[in-house]
């Protein structure tokens, strides 16, 4: 394998400040108003719901099309200039920070829905879509797109961040939703991987490479995915549990007999009091499981009796189940609440949000030691989770002005990190390494770390895509 | 993008016949009888169901632990020696051959199943263990692992295919089964790719790169997979249809209803006269669907009534289904057997196989245009599809000693991959590329072709690991 010791470099524009004045020129004279560099715009196109610090590209566009996108790359790569690109900025470790400076490429701007095959159970789309955009366009059409991060984001930084959410566990996350991407590459080819087969064994999967790659590899600027019928019945519920272990291990053993659960989530107590609160439910205060299944009539009616079962066994219950609609939707708008309902528990404190995902059979300890930890701490810091993936988020209610409070955050996600990584997990399951998990991929991935940089260096020689994210700094 | 004029340069020896002459010395002295250069071995480790040309390697060396494969490629890389790996020989498309000599790395003494966690679906193996072993294995744990190519093939070989089979519809190929992976790189490191979580976006996936790479990035020399509760019930059963068409309309309505069928295999007539005479089976002589599915005792009654209205509408039936074992396994046996069914139709015939995946509302199409190239042809030719994928298989029954033969085979299979790539599909489903696929690649991959070659340049400068596979030489 070559020498790679230049695989994650600064990137060196030629000339410094004149690569970019020349790239914003440029850029200004073919896009018009559609190119910016005021001040807030840049900002907000650094900002997002991260507790990092905004660094804030030299220029914002905003591209209305795949040629567009790589017309902009070709610009960029010629003067060495990094690129952003920017879906909703919704992500949470400072993926769409520019700490190189460079240009931020948004994409809100692509947001059509391009086809929707129904026999095929697949659609295209542009990379600003949205979640909901998407999913309210197929209404009418009996077909849903699944994977639902809190955010409403757009399906190509889902994409980008191998995003996933509370319906991961029955529908999986972008990894497998995804058929096919058309990507501008970092010399301003367009590529696509992919057709519209359900399989194929032909090549090497380019698609799963850039699904995850944040941006540092080529931008997504065209997804074609996955939709599933939406199911002819649909029951939910929420089920107490005496303690955090009982509840996980309710959990494994509906995943063991093979339940086929749509959704399994898990609110600590502080989280479960500070939905009563925001969300007005009025729950027990006890680790409790939101529950949906999806099926026939009969079929999601079977399946609530039997986890109904499952969880007296563990000692949980009473399982509390209904079909209406509106009862459902309260409970999931609830659920989809939880970052502002544990703001609320302290409306003046800043929020630092972070995950892990654990084998499932470790979900039990890392969750009660990371309780531990919380109380040690005197933090304030709900805990909610994708539990059927072994998946949790930590929010912690902090000041981030306060540098000890900061400090000891960090330190503390620090711990999370490698506490999940050594139980034979992960330290980030669905939000991504950005620039806030780049210091623990080495100890999760060890050598394999290289080869992702061997990957980066060759396709991306001058790191120009995304700079600063994923891989750390040689 | 830096130059990739050498992306796939036929690896150079720099001292042609002493440099396999030493790894051939060595590899004897540190392996004893585990490293043989007979004919006979050499041979029969080129020689796979394919219908292409044996190209046998140099030497054959039978490995017993990672450490030893990393010790081998070590060994290898130093004198720039090619290196084959070999599991069952089970590969359809000429993956083992050795067109530039080289040693291959048989695996098939790493074949131990080293953990099954019950509570986490999942197991770790070495890559010799088969499918059916794996199985065997788990019987009484509950647990079973889904993804079943016809052939008892070896979990390190279909994991470097991409392999999948009669049960992708509702569990997946290998890239969903496969949670991670070790590799040794071309350069002798040991690496791991993801652990034992079941999802992370914790950077590249790499574990989705090395799946269908065929061993010319690496070789897979353990796995953590994941596995499935046994179905509480299973039931399936067989229901013929007047054509082609109407069967793959039939398809179609039961993936969008959302009905999780657990298999979904179309025979022809053809296909269907041959398992007649092969397993005794007595169905009626016309395109065929076998199903199967999976639930609860009401759920699979469910499944199977609501399949028969189906049928019905779209002009089948009856569909006559059983939920007795024996009878489902002599159904799935005969299903297994196709292959062979289809060689009894000609029993001095050589077999070449080839397969094709395309969106589902293209299948009809696909089969049907198939079908009368078969018939222009005068070709005895049965298939047989995994449609819930819109994956198909067409075993021709030919002369492999005649030119005019393997010349109108040929022109055959390109017709067919062309046409399922024009459809929006691929020229492989789920046998992959090896050397028989490869020259379709530039057609259904474009540019993205030259961004593969670029990470096996990267991965592998000097295209020792299984050289003349997947990318066309250049």
Same sequence: chains 1, 2.
Avoid at 34 to 57: D, F, I, V
Wanted: charged share 25%; hydrophobic share 35%; with cysteine.
């Amino acid at each position: 394998m070559p020498e790679m010791a230049n695989a994650t470099h600064a990137p060196q524009s030629d000339n410094e400040n004149n690569g970019v004045a020349a790239v914003v020129k440029a850029l200004k004279e073919q896009f018009q108003d559609r190119c910016s560099t005021s001040q807030a715009l840049r900002e907000q196109h650094a900002h997002t719901t991260t507790w990092l610090k905004n660094q804030p590209p030299d220029a914002v566009v905003f591209a209305e099309s795949t040629e567009e996108v790589a017309e902009i790359v070709r610009l960029c790569a010629r003067y060495k200039v990094p690129i952003i690109p920017f879906g909703t900025g919704s992500s949470l470790e400072g993926h769409v920070n520019a700490p190189f400076g460079g240009i931020s490429i948004d994409m809100s701007h692509m947001n059509e829905v391009l086809e929707v095959n129904s026999q095929d159970l697949d659609c295209r789309v542009q990379p600003g879509v949205t979640r909901k955009q998407l999913n309210s366009y197929l209404r009418d059409t009996g077909l849903f797109f699944p994977i639902d991060p809190g955010a409403d984001a757009s399906l190509g930084g889902m994409a980008a961040t191998r995003a996933s959410g509370t319906n991961a566990v029955r529908y999986g996350t972008m990894k497998d939703a995804v058929l096919g991407l058309t990507v501008v590459t970092p010399d301003g080819r367009i590529i696509k991987t992919g057709g519209r087969a359900k399989k194929s064994s032909a090549g090497y999967d380019l698609t799963r490479l850039y699904i995850g790659s944040e941006g540092t590899l080529g931008i997504i600027t065209e997804l074609t995915v996955r939709l599933h019928g939406q199911p002819e019945a649909i029951s939910g519920g929420v089920c107490p549990f005496p303690d955090v272990r009982s509840a996980c291990n309710a959990v494994i053993a509906t995943i063991q007999m093979g339940l086929p659960v749509a959704r399994i989530e898990l609110l600590d107590s502080l989280q479960v009091k500070a939905c009563n609160a925001y969300s007005k439910l009025g729950l027990a205060e006890t680790p409790t499981l939101f529950l949906e299944f999806h099926g026939s009539e009969n079929g999601v009616k079977e399946q609530s009796e039997m986890f109904s079962d499952i969880a007296e066994e563990f000692g949980g219950g009473p399982f509390s189940w209904a079909t209406a609609a509106e009862e459902r939707n309260k409970l999931w708008s609830a659920r989809h609440d939880a970052y502002w309902a544990g703001k609320g528990l302290k409306p003046d404190a800043d929020i630092m949000v972070t995950d892990v995902c654990v084998p499932i059979s470790r979900l039990a300890d890392c969750v009660a030691d990371t309780e531990e930890d919380i109380r040690n701490n005197g933090f304030l810091a709900p805990i909610v989770g994708h539990v059927g993936d072994g998946n949790f988020h930590v929010q912690i209610l902090v000041d981030l002005e306060s540098e000890e409070d900061v400090r000891r955050t960090e330190s503390f996600v620090e711990r999370l990190s490698l506490r999940a990584i050594d139980m034979g997990g992960t330290c980030t399951g669905e939000h991504g390494v950005g620039q806030g998990k780049m210091k623990y991929l080495r100890k999760e991935h060890g050598e394999a770390l290289d080869v992702m940089q061997t990957i980066k260096q060759a396709l991306d020689p001058d790191n120009l895509m995304n700079p600063g994210k994923i891989l750390p700094q040689s």
